[in-house]
């Protein structure tokens, strides 16, 4: 199996600028060859912001739940709370690694970084902010790992001790299907599959796009809504529900703008 990183996503395609839907596209899918249940892992060796190493060559002694993320995606704000209850249950049985990748959304505040130092701060910017309770590692600055892995914003992959991983979730705020899948872990049962859920964890991470917006800096909105004009909607009305726990605003903007769509076209539908 070749594990090289694909030259599509490489240089300044993989640190882009500025948010395009090409980019939504690609998030919404895995490629057939993906990496996925049963694949080794490919080699590589990174740094942690605690001095260690994160090393395929050196996973310990117990299996690892890594994730990809960063400090602007939304959805990657709507896991972490989960991610540290599961840290909490399995976190003495299960190695959690949070892999810090390219900005998902970047803007003049938090830009794309564009130097291996730069990329540092923002994973220290990241762990600071959610004030993780496990590892961070820095990925290179043309995300070598990040890319070899078919880059999604936080995708989760549970590798055994051997280095073959064992699950994959599209969006790692998925946490039931997580904690399916590490419970069977720990339990000393083969794990083997995948979590495809789509519209739930989107709808989950759309309470926090509008903070995201905010941290990100100027040009940020704006890119939303030029690339995904539907996300931004929701995004904007989510902003109404500031009473429910963010989680839960993207649901009820997409029943408020379910219910607004209705009652317009109502007086179309409805018989003379």
Known sequence: MDLRPSADHAGPDYRFGRFRTRLLIDDMTFGRNALG????????????LDGGRF??????????????GSRTCPVTES??????????RFGERVRFVLVNTREAHPGRTIGQPT??????LHAQRLGHHHDLPFEVAVDDIDGTLHRAF???PNSAYLIDEEG?????AHWANDEPALRRALERTVSGHTVHGRSRAMVGPLLRAVGHLPGVVTAAGRGTGRDVWRAAPPLAVLGAVSRLFTRLP????GPAAAITVLLVCVAAAVPFIAPN
């Open 246 to 249: 963010a989680d839960r605003r």
């Open 79 to 88: 896991a972490v709370p989960g991610l540290k209850r599961l840290h909490s």
């Open 37 to 48: 249940p049963g694949s080794p892992l490919p080699e590589f060796d990174l740094p942690t």
């Open 55 to 68: 090393a395929s060559r050196s996973l310990g002694r117990r299996p690892v739940l890594m994730v990809f």
């Open 150 to 152: 078919t880059p999604k």
């Open 115 to 120: 130097t291996a130092a730069r990329k540092h």
């Open 164 to 168: 073959t991983i064992r699950f994959r």
